[in-house]
Structure formats: structure tokens, C-alpha cells
């Protein structure tokens, strides 16, 4: 394939699945204008790393791997925790549409994305995603069984996030 | 019920991003992009070939003053330090080389986390060694003047080596008390493996 239609195809891909990158531009990023920046990014290295696509293999996957890693590497350098998109940030983001009304859904899953590390926050957008654990598996690089247990765990936290302040545990020992 | 009112949450997210029309060109040059490696791999090629420059010439110094303790010992100690760069650079290389944004999320990060670590620790020890490394550099500019300073000047020498140390304590100094960001650099290296291997084990993060 020419380079032309190579670099056709990467955009037309990138275009489809531009949900992927601002879904982890959103998850990632500290403001609306890092995230346009983490978001740009996140396109740029798709189209640098697009040599080494095998058109054999999803490519959901591989761009969640490539979005996700250069996610963390942002958190990385960036001291700051990020905060997670919020309802009121979204019409910051250009071409978005005016939001008039809050959602406090989606205030309440920016308060429990927030509370989350970085690799909790990967593993919270996959879970959110409902991919299958073989695809979670394969874009972390865990096996299936520890997908399960990870996610098992995320659940309990996240219902103990959203519960509010919780009495004290008793008898479910943390890591079992 | 609550974790259902996330993916509430999470579908409307997913409704409003469709409705964006941000654009996302691939392959347009972005301004404050910037690889972080990339510089990474020109300085170490450029100190791998330095490396190799430094002990070629220390090696046939060493060879053409196998007579002289002083320009000798000098001689062998630059060739060391010329190879340690060339080793140090290449692993760096190929820690970076295994880095690619392609690899499996944890994989990724676990490489990127050891090359961290591994550029501090070279970063100390070379800082270590530099402390000295000045003295055999003295003794081989004084030789290509035609004197061994070590044996016409040792008390001159001993004064160096000495100077050596001071400057070993300054950088210790500075390494423990006055740059604490990085020692915290280490620590932080350190954790995110932890971290990683804590994440991949299963166990709590």
C-alpha cells in the first residue's frame, strides 16, 4: 500500500475510533486545553506507531494499548492529578455541543474517576468500555483470570466510592 | 446500583464525545508534541560514539606508555571509562528500544519504569566516578606535552586525588541533602514498579 493510502486508512481508522482518544484524553488530562493537547497526542503517536498494525488483529485493541500508554506517560510527567472530564467541561472542548443542564451521573463518575490511580483509571475505562477480559487482557497485558480479579476489586471499591464515607471493614481482607 | 449509574454516566460521556467534531489529524505535526524518549536516544548515541572515541585514544595512550606507571594506570582507567560509557549508552538503547506505545499497557510501563531507574543509578555512579576522572585526564594532557606528571610531580598529583575526594563528599553532599528530587526521583522509580508488580501480582494497589 502507498504511503498515501496508508495514511488514509490510519485517519479513517483514527476517525471511527475517535471515541477511544477522548474517552482517554477525558480520563487522563488535567484541563480542556490538555486535553485537546493529550488528545492530539494520542493521534499522533497512533499515526507514528501505525507501521506496526497487523491488519490481521482488532484494531479497537491496539489503539486502546497506544491511547492508554501515552495516557500514562502524560500522568507521568504531569505532577498534577488529573481531574476526570466533567459535565461542565465538555462544551470547553471545541466542536462540542452546549451542555445547559448538568448531569450529576456523569459529575458522579468524574468524583469516582478521580479517586482513582493510573492504571486503576485503565483498567476503570476498559471495564466502563464493557470490553470482554480477553480484550482487557491483551490491551494491559494481564491474563484473563487477574482481569477478573482486578475488576472484582475495582467494583467493590468504586461501590464503596459511590456509598459514600464507609463504616469500617470487617471481615473481607483487602487482596483476597 | 450505583456501579450501573457509573455506566450511566459513562454512556453519556460516550453520546457527548460522538457528538464532537474535533478533528484528529494523523500525522500533523503538533506544536508541544514531543517524544520523551527521543532525545534520550540521540544523547545516548552520541555518548555511545564519545564512549568509543575516549577509549580508542585511551587505549592506544595506555599501549604506547606501557614504560610509565603514572600514564599507564592513567591510560587503562580512561579506556575503562570510555567502555563504561559505550555499555552504559547501549543498555539505555535497548531499554529504549523496548519501549514502544504499541506494547501491552503494564509492559509498557514496567519498561519505561526500569529504564527510569536504571538512568538514575547510571546517573549516580557516573557523577561518582566523574569526581576523579579529571585526574587521569590531567596526567594524559600533561603526557602529550611529553611530561609524567606523576613521577616529575607527585606530591601535585596526590593534591588531585585529593581534590578527588572533596569533590566525591560535595556530590554526595548534594545527592542526599540539597537534591532531594532526586533521590525522589529513585524512590519514585522504585514505587511505580511496585506498583506495577503489586498491579500484575493481583494484589491491592
Known sequence: MSDEGRRRQCEALLHEHRRIVFKVAAVYARDADDRQDLAQDIALQVWRSFGSYDPARPFATWMYRVALNVGLSHARREREKPAMLGADALDALEGGMPITEPDERLAQLARAIEALEPLERALALLYLEELPYAEIAAVLGLSETNVGTRIARLKQRLCRQLAGPAPVEKGVPHGT | ?205
Open chain 2, 1 to 205: 446500583m450505583e456501579l450501573d449509574e457509573l455506566k450511566e454516566g459513562w454512556a453519556i460521556l460516550d453520546r457527548r464525545l460522538s457528538a464532537l467534531e474535533v478533528s484528529l489529524v494523523a500525522g500533523r505535526a503538533v506544536s508541544g508534541v514531543r517524544s520523551e524518549l527521543r532525545p534520550l536516544r540521540w544523547g545516548q548515541a552520541m555518548q555511545a560514539v564519545l564512549g568509543a572515541g575516549l577509549a580508542l585514544a585511551a587505549g592506544s595512550f595506555w599501549v604506547d606508555n606501557r614504560d610509565a606507571t603514572g600514564p599507564l594506570v592513567a591510560g587503562l582507567l580512561l579506556h575503562a571509562y570510555g567502555i563504561a560509557m559505550i555499555v552504559a549508552a547501549a543498555r539505555n538503547l535497548v531499554l529504549a528500544a523496548r519501549a514502544t506505545e504499541t506494547a501491552p499497557v503494564l509492559t509498557l510501563q514496567k519498561r519505561v519504569a526500569e529504564l527510569r531507574a536504571w538512568r538514575i543509578r547510571e546517573g549516580y555512579w557516573f557523577g561518582v566516578v566523574g569526581c576523579f576522572m579529571w585526574v587521569p585526564m590531567l596526567v594524559w594532557g600533561f603526557a602529550w606535552l611529553g611530561v609524567d606528571i606523576v613521577a616529575a610531580r607527585p606530591v601535585f598529583m596526590a593534591f588531585n586525588v585529593l581534590a578527588g575526594f572533596l569533590c566525591l563528599g560535595g556530590f554526595l553532599f548534594l545527592s542526599r541533602y540539597i537534591k532531594a528530587p532526586e533521590g525522589g526521583s529513585v524512590r519514585r522509580a522504585g514505587e511505580r514498579l511496585e506498583e506495577l508488580a503489586r498491579f500484575t501480582d493481583g494484589g491491592p494497589v
